[in-house]
Protein backbone atom coordinates (compact mmCIF):
# COMPACT_ATOMS: atom_id res chain seq x y z
CA UNK A 1 0.00 0.00 0.00
CA UNK A 2 2.60 2.26 1.02
CA UNK A 3 4.86 1.35 -1.83
CA UNK A 4 1.89 2.39 -4.36
CA UNK A 5 1.62 5.85 -2.65
CA UNK A 6 5.03 6.55 -3.04
CA UNK A 7 4.98 5.17 -6.67
CA UNK A 8 2.25 7.77 -7.36
CA UNK A 9 3.37 10.80 -6.02
CA UNK A 10 6.67 9.94 -8.53
CA UNK A 11 4.68 9.73 -11.41
CA UNK A 12 4.34 12.78 -13.79
CA UNK A 13 1.05 13.15 -13.42
CA UNK A 14 1.28 13.63 -9.42
CA UNK A 15 2.18 17.20 -10.01
CA UNK A 16 -0.90 18.08 -12.38
CA UNK A 17 -3.89 16.60 -9.93
CA UNK A 18 -1.98 17.91 -7.16
CA UNK A 19 -1.94 21.66 -8.61
CA UNK A 20 -5.61 21.05 -9.93
CA UNK A 21 -6.98 20.05 -6.22
CA UNK A 22 -5.17 22.89 -4.48
CA UNK A 23 -6.47 25.30 -6.72
CA UNK A 24 -9.74 24.22 -6.53
CA UNK A 25 -9.68 24.31 -2.58
CA UNK A 26 -8.03 28.08 -2.32
CA UNK A 27 -10.79 29.25 -5.38
CA UNK A 28 -13.43 27.92 -2.80
CA UNK A 29 -12.32 29.61 0.03
CA UNK A 30 -11.65 33.01 -2.09
CA UNK A 31 -15.06 32.55 -3.52
CA UNK A 32 -16.32 32.24 -0.25
CA UNK A 33 -15.05 35.22 1.00
CA UNK A 34 -15.89 37.68 -1.93
CA UNK A 35 -19.57 36.16 -1.71
CA UNK A 36 -19.67 37.65 2.16
CA UNK A 37 -18.19 41.03 1.45
CA UNK A 38 -19.26 41.38 -1.69
CA UNK A 39 -23.07 42.73 -0.29
CA UNK A 40 -20.74 45.58 2.22
CA UNK A 41 -18.32 46.73 -0.70
CA UNK A 42 -21.61 47.52 -2.66
CA UNK A 43 -23.40 49.38 -0.20
CA UNK A 44 -20.82 51.05 0.98
CA UNK A 45 -19.91 52.03 -2.24
CA UNK A 46 -23.67 53.00 -3.09
CA UNK A 47 -23.89 55.08 0.18
CA UNK A 48 -21.03 57.08 -0.60
CA UNK A 49 -21.96 58.21 -3.70
CA UNK A 50 -25.46 59.15 -2.48
CA UNK A 51 -23.65 61.00 0.17
CA UNK A 52 -21.72 63.37 -2.13
CA UNK A 53 -24.66 64.01 -4.51
CA UNK A 54 -26.66 65.18 -1.07
CA UNK A 55 -23.82 66.83 -0.40
CA UNK A 56 -23.14 68.99 -3.66
CA UNK A 57 -26.80 70.33 -3.47
CA UNK A 58 -25.95 70.98 0.10
CA UNK A 59 -28.71 68.55 1.31
CA UNK A 60 -28.96 66.87 4.59
CA UNK A 61 -26.75 63.53 4.39
CA UNK A 62 -27.92 61.78 8.19
CA UNK A 63 -30.70 59.97 7.05
CA UNK A 64 -29.09 59.14 3.78
CA UNK A 65 -31.88 56.25 2.46
CA UNK A 66 -34.64 58.20 3.22
CA UNK A 67 -33.15 61.71 2.47
CA UNK A 68 -31.87 60.73 -0.98
CA UNK A 69 -35.31 59.41 -1.86
CA UNK A 70 -36.74 62.49 -0.73
CA UNK A 71 -34.74 65.11 -2.60
CA UNK A 72 -33.24 63.41 -5.76
CA UNK A 73 -34.54 61.85 -9.05
CA UNK A 74 -32.46 59.62 -10.96
CA UNK A 75 -32.51 60.45 -14.73
CA UNK A 76 -31.15 58.21 -16.67
CA UNK A 77 -31.30 57.96 -21.16
CA UNK A 78 -29.36 55.93 -23.52
CA UNK A 79 -26.56 57.98 -23.19
CA UNK A 80 -26.92 59.96 -20.43
CA UNK A 81 -27.68 60.25 -16.76
CA UNK A 82 -28.17 63.18 -14.04
CA UNK A 83 -29.20 63.47 -10.79
CA UNK A 84 -32.26 66.33 -10.14
CA UNK A 85 -32.95 67.67 -6.81
CA UNK A 86 -36.26 69.51 -5.76
CA UNK A 87 -36.99 70.33 -2.69
CA UNK A 88 -41.37 70.90 -1.98
CA UNK A 89 -41.07 70.70 -6.03
CA UNK A 90 -38.65 73.53 -6.33
CA UNK A 91 -36.21 72.69 -8.51
CA UNK A 92 -32.80 73.54 -6.99
CA UNK A 93 -30.07 72.00 -9.67
CA UNK A 94 -28.92 69.73 -11.72
CA UNK A 95 -26.40 67.17 -10.91
CA UNK A 96 -23.48 65.84 -13.69
CA UNK A 97 -21.13 62.80 -13.17
CA UNK A 98 -18.32 63.93 -14.96
CA UNK A 99 -14.81 62.11 -15.53
CA UNK A 100 -11.86 62.82 -17.40
CA UNK A 101 -7.73 61.26 -17.24
CA UNK A 102 -5.61 62.81 -14.30
CA UNK A 103 -2.28 62.44 -14.06
CA UNK A 104 -2.41 58.49 -12.88
CA UNK A 105 -6.04 57.71 -13.86
CA UNK A 106 -9.36 58.51 -14.11
CA UNK A 107 -10.80 60.92 -12.46
CA UNK A 108 -14.73 60.65 -11.49
CA UNK A 109 -15.82 63.89 -9.83
CA UNK A 110 -19.65 65.06 -9.69
CA UNK A 111 -20.54 68.31 -10.77
CA UNK A 112 -23.75 70.72 -9.14
CA UNK A 113 -25.24 73.58 -11.61
CA UNK A 114 -27.99 76.08 -10.61
CA UNK A 115 -31.36 74.55 -12.96
CA UNK A 116 -30.86 77.46 -15.29
CA UNK A 117 -27.06 76.27 -16.16
CA UNK A 118 -25.57 79.42 -15.41
CA UNK A 119 -23.54 78.62 -12.25
CA UNK A 120 -21.98 76.11 -10.55
CA UNK A 121 -23.35 74.97 -7.39
CA UNK A 122 -20.28 72.56 -6.09
CA UNK A 123 -17.94 70.03 -7.16
CA UNK A 124 -17.23 66.79 -5.59
CA UNK A 125 -14.33 64.50 -6.32
CA UNK A 126 -15.49 60.41 -6.23
CA UNK A 127 -12.48 58.78 -7.00
CA UNK A 128 -9.05 59.89 -8.10
CA UNK A 129 -5.31 58.17 -7.81
CA UNK A 130 -3.26 61.24 -7.92
CA UNK A 131 -0.14 61.64 -6.18
CA UNK A 132 -0.85 62.00 -2.79
CA UNK A 133 0.12 65.24 -0.87
CA UNK A 134 0.25 66.94 -4.30
CA UNK A 135 -2.51 66.09 -6.68
CA UNK A 136 -4.89 64.49 -4.70
CA UNK A 137 -5.29 67.83 -2.88
CA UNK A 138 -8.01 67.85 -5.22
CA UNK A 139 -10.23 66.73 -2.94
CA UNK A 140 -9.63 69.61 0.15
CA UNK A 141 -12.24 71.74 0.63
CA UNK A 142 -10.32 74.79 -0.12
CA UNK A 143 -9.51 73.95 -3.79
CA UNK A 144 -13.12 72.33 -4.81
CA UNK A 145 -15.05 75.58 -2.98
CA UNK A 146 -13.41 77.66 -5.06
CA UNK A 147 -15.56 76.72 -7.74
CA UNK A 148 -18.76 77.44 -5.87
CA UNK A 149 -20.82 80.39 -7.23
CA UNK A 150 -18.31 81.00 -10.32
CA UNK A 151 -20.28 81.78 -13.80
CA UNK A 152 -20.66 78.62 -15.92
CA UNK A 153 -22.58 79.71 -19.18
CA UNK A 154 -22.22 83.07 -19.86
CA UNK A 155 -24.10 84.61 -22.92
CA UNK A 156 -24.43 80.91 -24.05
CA UNK A 157 -20.69 80.45 -23.85
CA UNK A 158 -19.35 77.54 -21.98
CA UNK A 159 -17.16 79.19 -19.42
CA UNK A 160 -13.47 77.57 -19.61
CA UNK A 161 -11.82 78.52 -16.33
CA UNK A 162 -8.28 79.86 -16.61
CA UNK A 163 -5.86 78.24 -13.94
CA UNK A 164 -3.46 80.69 -11.84
CA UNK A 165 -1.08 80.23 -9.20
CA UNK A 166 -2.03 79.24 -5.83
CA UNK A 167 -1.64 82.36 -3.71
CA UNK A 168 -3.15 84.80 -6.36
CA UNK A 169 -6.86 86.30 -5.89
CA UNK A 170 -8.70 84.02 -8.83
CA UNK A 171 -11.26 86.41 -10.82
CA UNK A 172 -14.56 84.64 -11.47
CA UNK A 173 -13.41 82.61 -14.85
CA UNK A 174 -9.78 81.88 -12.75
CA UNK A 175 -9.04 78.86 -10.34
CA UNK A 176 -6.03 78.78 -7.84
CA UNK A 177 -4.05 75.28 -9.40
CA UNK A 178 -2.37 73.22 -6.23
CA UNK A 179 1.48 74.63 -6.62
CA UNK A 180 3.08 71.28 -7.66
CA UNK A 181 0.07 69.59 -8.97
CA UNK A 182 -0.79 71.54 -12.59
CA UNK A 183 -1.44 68.41 -14.49
CA UNK A 184 -3.92 67.55 -11.54
CA UNK A 185 -5.89 70.95 -11.71
CA UNK A 186 -5.76 71.43 -15.21
CA UNK A 187 -7.67 67.83 -15.74
CA UNK A 188 -10.40 68.67 -13.38
CA UNK A 189 -11.30 72.13 -15.13
CA UNK A 190 -10.85 70.67 -18.63
CA UNK A 191 -13.13 67.78 -17.82
CA UNK A 192 -15.82 70.55 -16.47
CA UNK A 193 -15.49 71.85 -20.01
CA UNK A 194 -15.60 69.04 -22.13
CA UNK A 195 -18.36 67.03 -19.95
CA UNK A 196 -20.58 69.89 -19.53
CA UNK A 197 -20.45 70.91 -22.74
CA UNK A 198 -21.73 67.63 -23.60
CA UNK A 199 -24.39 67.16 -21.55
CA UNK A 200 -25.43 70.96 -21.82
CA UNK A 201 -25.81 70.12 -25.90
CA UNK A 202 -27.78 67.33 -25.17
CA UNK A 203 -29.77 68.32 -22.42
CA UNK A 204 -30.91 71.54 -24.17
CA UNK A 205 -31.87 69.60 -27.24
CA UNK A 206 -34.57 67.15 -25.10
CA UNK A 207 -35.45 70.00 -22.19
CA UNK B 1 16.09 26.20 17.85
CA UNK B 2 13.67 27.57 20.44
CA UNK B 3 10.31 30.18 19.02
CA UNK B 4 11.89 33.15 20.80
CA UNK B 5 15.15 32.82 18.66
CA UNK B 6 12.84 31.95 15.67
CA UNK B 7 11.12 35.17 16.29
CA UNK B 8 14.46 37.36 17.05
CA UNK B 9 16.21 36.11 14.12
CA UNK B 10 13.99 37.13 10.83
CA UNK B 11 12.57 40.14 13.00
CA UNK B 12 15.74 42.18 13.97
CA UNK B 13 19.35 39.64 13.72
CA UNK B 14 18.24 38.25 9.88
CA UNK B 15 15.77 41.43 9.01
CA UNK B 16 14.13 40.78 5.80
CA UNK B 17 14.62 44.91 4.62
CA UNK B 18 17.77 45.70 6.73
CA UNK B 19 20.26 42.77 6.14
CA UNK B 20 18.16 41.06 3.24
CA UNK B 21 17.22 43.80 1.19
CA UNK B 22 14.09 42.52 0.46
CA UNK B 23 10.10 44.33 0.13
CA UNK B 24 11.49 47.26 -0.42
CA UNK B 25 9.60 48.02 -3.07
CA UNK B 26 6.57 48.43 -0.85
CA UNK B 27 8.97 50.09 1.95
CA UNK B 28 9.33 52.68 -0.41
CA UNK B 29 5.93 53.52 -1.86
CA UNK B 30 3.56 53.44 1.42
CA UNK B 31 5.36 54.84 3.75
CA UNK B 32 4.45 58.81 3.50
CA UNK B 33 1.60 58.24 5.86
CA UNK B 34 2.12 56.38 9.54
CA UNK B 35 -2.01 54.83 9.30
CA UNK B 36 -0.99 53.50 5.65
CA UNK B 37 2.10 51.74 7.14
CA UNK B 38 0.73 49.84 10.00
CA UNK B 39 -2.05 48.67 7.72
CA UNK B 40 0.36 47.68 5.25
CA UNK B 41 2.48 45.75 7.81
CA UNK B 42 -0.33 44.40 9.70
CA UNK B 43 -1.47 43.16 5.77
CA UNK B 44 2.29 41.57 5.65
CA UNK B 45 2.35 39.41 9.03
CA UNK B 46 -1.40 38.11 8.11
CA UNK B 47 -0.04 36.89 4.93
CA UNK B 48 3.57 35.36 6.30
CA UNK B 49 2.17 34.12 9.20
CA UNK B 50 -0.26 32.04 7.52
CA UNK B 51 1.48 31.52 4.51
CA UNK B 52 4.10 29.97 6.36
CA UNK B 53 2.06 27.76 8.34
CA UNK B 54 0.18 26.45 5.15
CA UNK B 55 2.89 25.40 3.17
CA UNK B 56 4.55 24.58 6.06
CA UNK B 57 1.37 21.66 6.65
CA UNK B 58 1.39 20.74 3.26
CA UNK B 59 5.65 20.85 2.56
CA UNK B 60 5.75 16.92 2.71
CA UNK B 61 3.26 16.46 -0.27
CA UNK B 62 3.84 19.25 -2.21
CA UNK B 63 5.75 18.36 -5.23
CA UNK B 64 9.52 19.81 -6.02
CA UNK B 65 9.40 21.02 -9.33
CA UNK B 66 6.01 23.12 -8.59
CA UNK B 67 6.75 24.36 -5.27
CA UNK B 68 7.21 27.76 -6.44
CA UNK B 69 3.40 28.01 -8.37
CA UNK B 70 2.26 26.53 -4.96
CA UNK B 71 3.57 28.85 -2.74
CA UNK B 72 2.24 31.73 -4.89
CA UNK B 73 -1.30 30.33 -5.30
CA UNK B 74 -1.19 29.92 -1.56
CA UNK B 75 0.08 33.87 -0.95
CA UNK B 76 -2.12 35.38 -3.22
CA UNK B 77 -5.10 33.64 -1.76
CA UNK B 78 -4.46 35.28 1.82
CA UNK B 79 -3.34 38.32 0.08
CA UNK B 80 -6.66 38.72 -1.80
CA UNK B 81 -8.32 37.83 1.42
CA UNK B 82 -6.57 40.72 3.21
CA UNK B 83 -8.22 42.56 0.57
CA UNK B 84 -11.41 41.99 0.13
CA UNK B 85 -11.19 42.37 4.65
CA UNK B 86 -10.01 45.95 4.16
CA UNK B 87 -12.44 46.65 0.87
CA UNK B 88 -15.45 45.52 3.13
CA UNK B 89 -14.72 46.80 6.69
CA UNK B 90 -11.84 49.68 6.23
CA UNK B 91 -13.00 51.20 2.64
CA UNK B 92 -11.06 54.53 3.37
CA UNK B 93 -7.69 52.87 4.18
CA UNK B 94 -8.51 50.54 1.14
CA UNK B 95 -8.70 53.38 -1.13
CA UNK B 96 -5.45 55.47 0.41
CA UNK B 97 -3.30 52.34 -0.47
CA UNK B 98 -4.48 51.95 -3.52
CA UNK B 99 -3.11 48.46 -5.67
CA UNK B 100 0.02 48.30 -3.07
CA UNK B 101 -2.69 45.57 -1.34
CA UNK B 102 -2.64 43.50 -4.12
CA UNK B 103 1.30 43.87 -4.12
CA UNK B 104 1.74 42.04 -1.45
CA UNK B 105 1.53 38.96 -3.19
CA UNK B 106 4.71 40.38 -5.28
CA UNK B 107 6.60 41.55 -1.90
CA UNK B 108 9.77 39.39 -1.97
CA UNK B 109 9.86 38.39 2.00
CA UNK B 110 7.06 36.61 1.67
CA UNK B 111 8.24 33.77 -0.94
CA UNK B 112 11.79 34.55 0.67
CA UNK B 113 10.12 33.18 3.95
CA UNK B 114 8.53 30.14 2.08
CA UNK B 115 11.04 29.21 -0.09
CA UNK B 116 14.14 29.39 2.91
CA UNK B 117 12.00 28.20 6.15
CA UNK B 118 7.99 26.76 6.04
CA UNK B 119 9.52 24.36 3.41
CA UNK B 120 11.94 22.85 5.85
CA UNK B 121 10.01 23.56 8.95
CA UNK B 122 7.27 22.48 11.45
CA UNK B 123 4.02 24.32 10.82
CA UNK B 124 3.94 26.36 14.17
CA UNK B 125 7.80 27.55 13.91
CA UNK B 126 6.98 28.74 10.74
CA UNK B 127 4.25 30.53 11.54
CA UNK B 128 6.25 32.55 14.22
CA UNK B 129 9.44 32.78 11.72
CA UNK B 130 6.10 34.18 9.59
CA UNK B 131 5.43 36.73 12.17
CA UNK B 132 8.94 37.86 13.17
CA UNK B 133 9.99 38.60 9.68
CA UNK B 134 6.38 40.68 9.06
CA UNK B 135 7.28 42.84 12.47
CA UNK B 136 10.52 43.78 11.36
CA UNK B 137 9.53 44.90 8.51
CA UNK B 138 6.86 46.95 10.05
CA UNK B 139 9.17 48.20 12.02
CA UNK B 140 11.25 49.40 8.83
CA UNK B 141 8.07 50.96 7.62
CA UNK B 142 6.86 52.57 10.37
CA UNK B 143 10.62 54.27 11.14
CA UNK B 144 10.71 55.82 7.75
CA UNK B 145 6.71 57.02 7.39
CA UNK B 146 7.66 58.16 11.30
CA UNK B 147 10.38 60.43 9.17
CA UNK B 148 8.33 61.11 6.01
CA UNK B 149 4.88 62.21 7.55
CA UNK B 150 6.20 64.33 10.37
CA UNK B 151 8.31 66.34 8.02
CA UNK B 152 5.95 66.31 4.47
CA UNK B 153 2.38 66.65 6.67
CA UNK B 154 3.69 67.64 9.70
CA UNK B 155 1.42 65.18 11.46
CA UNK B 156 1.93 61.58 12.61
CA UNK B 157 -1.42 59.06 12.28
CA UNK B 158 -3.28 62.05 10.76
CA UNK B 159 -2.65 63.72 14.03
CA UNK B 160 -0.76 67.44 13.25
CA UNK B 161 2.32 67.74 15.49
CA UNK B 162 3.85 70.62 14.12
CA UNK B 163 1.82 73.81 14.09
CA UNK B 164 0.84 75.80 11.20
CA UNK B 165 4.58 77.65 10.65
CA UNK B 166 5.86 74.32 9.53
CA UNK B 167 6.34 74.60 5.57
CA UNK B 168 5.35 71.37 4.42
CA UNK B 169 8.51 69.27 2.39
CA UNK B 170 7.15 68.11 -0.58
CA UNK B 171 9.80 65.87 -1.43
CA UNK B 172 8.92 64.28 1.62
CA UNK B 173 5.48 63.25 -0.33
CA UNK B 174 6.88 61.93 -2.70
CA UNK B 175 9.01 58.82 -3.39
CA UNK B 176 12.31 60.29 -3.74
CA UNK B 177 13.00 60.92 -0.09
CA UNK B 178 11.58 56.83 0.37
CA UNK B 179 14.89 56.19 -1.39
CA UNK B 180 17.11 58.41 0.48
CA UNK B 181 15.20 57.61 3.75
CA UNK B 182 15.46 53.49 3.39
CA UNK B 183 19.27 54.36 2.26
CA UNK B 184 20.30 56.59 5.95
CA UNK B 185 18.39 53.61 7.77
CA UNK B 186 20.22 50.80 6.38
CA UNK B 187 23.59 52.95 6.67
CA UNK B 188 22.75 53.83 10.02
CA UNK B 189 21.38 50.15 10.90
CA UNK B 190 24.57 48.32 9.23
CA UNK B 191 27.51 50.36 9.85
CA UNK B 192 28.61 49.47 13.37
CA UNK B 193 27.91 45.58 12.49
CA UNK B 194 30.29 45.91 9.98
CA UNK B 195 32.85 48.24 12.04
CA UNK B 196 32.38 45.15 14.51
CA UNK B 197 33.68 43.16 12.20
Known amino acids: MANEKKLFRETRTYPVVFMIIITIIF ?6 FYQLSFAKVQKYRETQLKKMVMSVFELPTQNIEIDFAKYITI ?3 EDLMYYESRTDSILLGYCFPISGSGLWGTIHA ?5 PDFKKVMNIEIVDQNETPGLGGRITENWFKNQFKGKTLINNNVLNNFVLIPENETAKDNEINQITGATASSKALVDMIYQDIEKYNLKLRANL | M ?4 IFTTSAFTQNSVWRQILGICSALAVTNLMLNSLVMGLGVIFTLALSGFTISLIREYIPK ?6 QILIIASYVIIVDLFLKAYYPEISKSLGPYVGLIITNC ?6 EAFAGKNVPIDSMIDGIGAGVGYTLVLLLIAFVR ?44 RQRRG
Open chain 1, 27 to 32: IGILAT
Open chain 2, 2 to 5: KKKD
Open chain 1, 75 to 77: FET
Open chain 2, 109 to 114: IIMGRA
Open chain 1, 110 to 114: LLAVT
Open chain 2, 65 to 70: RIRMMV
Open chain 2, 149 to 192: ELFGFGSLFGIPILGDWWTKWSIMVMAPSAFFMLAVLIWIINTP
